[in-house]
């Protein structure tokens, strides 16, 4: 786990997302969740032990790497707070994977971190842990001396949730910066993602913590929206020379340029083939408007 500021933890050193912790005077704050059982049980334990309790957790998309550990938060006490497009694609994989999600957890859970195994719930238990508190355009919550400004940032899912904390001059902003690693566009609307961002670069902050990869200053969001450009006109010269939606998919590809996020090299064909038809449906919508 890495110590950010004097309150901030985050960890971005194992499979999933990176999840986080801010400890207030009034108690702790997950945003998002481990995706390894073993270490959603360390994180809870420590943010017990420095801080008494857990108050919240707050979800920044319904993403399986984000919303894994939201059955332990529960039960450690957290309220869970989400932004209410979040109930639309809850606890779903994609269809491609061709399993339910718990399998796909299971699954996880058996070559990842096997001796927790036997901690892993059922389906029926398992499910419940959705968001208590659900916003719309922004919530605002107020612990000891600590804002927790909650606001949609939709981009990378219809859903996604940007998390600012004034107080230690961070912004938690989940999958719609990646920091060193593929990014993942299954789900993107391109032009959210970079009005999110503008938005984003609008705020006094000294760190902004990613979904995935290392916490950066501001200068991530510039190189996000770089990789976003090249994927787009990428596919916009593939288009250009007249390839159909295939062509670009066997054509173009941008795997060499960095790693998929830690222990998930298996994704890297997955991400690449959905980036590109996903960049391709978009400009081929831009085209006939
Ligand atoms: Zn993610």
């Known amino acids: 786990m890495q110590q950010i500021t004097k309150n901030i933890y985050t960890e971005t050193q194992i499979r999933g997302c990176d999840p986080s912790m801010v400890f207030t005077s009034e108690g702790a704050v997950f945003i998002d969740t481990a995706q390894w059982i073993t270490n959603l049980e ?41 932004q209410e497009k979040i109930l639309d694609s809850f606890f779903k994989i994609p269809p491609s994977f061709n399993m339910t999600t718990h399998d796909y957890n299971v699954d996880i859970i058996r070559r990842q971190d096997p001796t927790a195994l036997n901690r892993m719930p059922s389906e029926k238990e398992y499910i419940v842990a959705k968001p208590d508190i659900t916003f719309g355009d922004n919530l605002t919550l107020k612990l000891g001396s600590h804002t927790f400004r909650c606001v949609h940032t939709p981009g990378h899912s219809p859903e996604q949730t940007s998390v600012y904390v004034p107080e230690e001059r961070c912004v938690f902003v989940g999958d719609n910066i990646f920091n060193d690693c593929q990014i993942w566009l299954h789900s993107v609307d391109f032009d ?19 979904g995935h990869g290392p916490v950066r200053g501001k200068e991530c969001i510039v190189q996000n929206k770089q990789f976003l450009y090249d ?37 890297m064909e997955y ?12 400009l081929m919508r831009k085209r006939d408007i």
């Open 192 to 210: 959210d993602l970079f009005k999110s961002l503008d938005w984003l670069n609008g705020l006094d902050v000294d760190y902004i913590i990613p």
């Open 42 to 82: 360390q994180m809870i334990a420590f943010a017990q032990e420095k801080c008494g309790s857990i108050r919240y957790l707050i979800n920044t998309e319904s993403h399986i790497d984000h919303i894994f550990g939201n059955h332990w938060l529960k039960k450690a006490g957290a309220t869970i707070i989400g």
């Open 271 to 282: 991400i690449q083939t959905n980036n590109v038809r996903i960049s391709y449906d978009y």
């Open 231 to 267: 994927w787009l006109a990428t596919v916009a010269d593939g288009i250009n020379k007249g390839w159909s939606k295939e062509e670009c998919i066997a054509r173009i590809n941008f795997a060499d340029r960095c790693p998929v996020d830690i222990g998930q090299p298996e994704c």
